[in-house]
């Protein structure tokens, strides 16, 4: 079955640029009929989307973030990553990688990032 | 941006009691609706999609209706693993949306 893992800095400095890494196993990223999709958290509130890409690099943004957000593909290392630059404490949170087609699933485990100087 | 609003926010229930969470978007999103539930630290897990398709391996205790602006997840014998925070969410359009959360907690 599908796995989905982050990976990257947990400690960000503000105004640099937080990029982080999801590593799907079980399955072929360029398979099928999937978007891949971030997520955020802030401790103790709810979910944000950022952005999604298909498999065809084709890509939605969070109009909130777009400016600063960049999600791309890499199909010979079945990843995918997030860029989110020029960023400030209100983006520490959790960040999750999830599959989407109709719903998220399944979602990676999610990794903890700290904007702080 | 679709709004969900959630209601209640939070709620306090027994065990083998029926909870119902209500999720209302604000503007129709047929049925594009799914129900996630996040225990304390870990990942938000998928219950129901298109609004009352059970994902497969959760408990027929789940279940969830509803079409257009209004939506029910129910739970109809509350049990202990149940405890935890459950979010709406539309796949009607972009940018996909979250509702705010209801927190089921032990009475």
């Known amino acids: 079955q599908v796995q989905l893992q982050e990976s990257g800095p947990g400690l960000v400095k503000p105004s640099q640029t937080l990029s982080l890494t999801c590593t799907v196993s079980?399955?072929?990223?360029?398979?099928?009929?999937?978007?891949w999709s971030w997520i955020r958290q802030p401790a103790g509130k709810g979910l944000e989307w950022i952005g999604r890409i298909y498999t065809s690099g084709n890509t939605n943004y969070n109009p909130s973030l777009r400016s600063r957000v960049t999600i791309s593909l890499d199909t010979s290392k079945n990843q995918f990553s997030l860029k989110l630059s020029s960023v400030t404490a209100s983006d520490t949170a959790v960040y999750y990688c999830?599959?989407?087609?109709?719903?998220?699933?399944?979602w990676g485990q999610g990794t903890l990032v700290t904007v702080s100087s | 941006d679709i709004q969900m609003t959630q209601s209640p926010s939070s709620l306090s229930a027994s065990i083998g009691d029926r909870v119902i969470i209500t999720c209302r978007a604000s503007?129709?999103?047929?049925?594009?609706l799914s129900w996630y539930q996040q225990k304390p630290g870990k990942t938000p897990k998928l219950l129901i999609h298109a609004a009352s398709s059970l994902q497969s391996g959760v408990p027929s205790r789940f279940s969830g209706s509803g079409s257009g602006t209004d939506f029910t997840l129910t739970i109809s014998s509350l049990q202990v693993e149940d405890f935890a925070t459950y979010y709406c969410?539309?796949?009607?359009?972009?940018?996909?949306?979250f509702g705010g959360g209801t927190k089921v907690e032990i009475k």
């Open positions: 999830a599959r989407y087609s109709s719903s998220f699933d399944p």
């Open positions: 079980g399955g072929t990223i360029s398979s099928g009929s999937y978007y």
């Open positions: 503007q129709s999103i047929s049925t594009y």
């Open positions: 969410q539309q796949s009607w359009s972009i940018p996909l949306t």
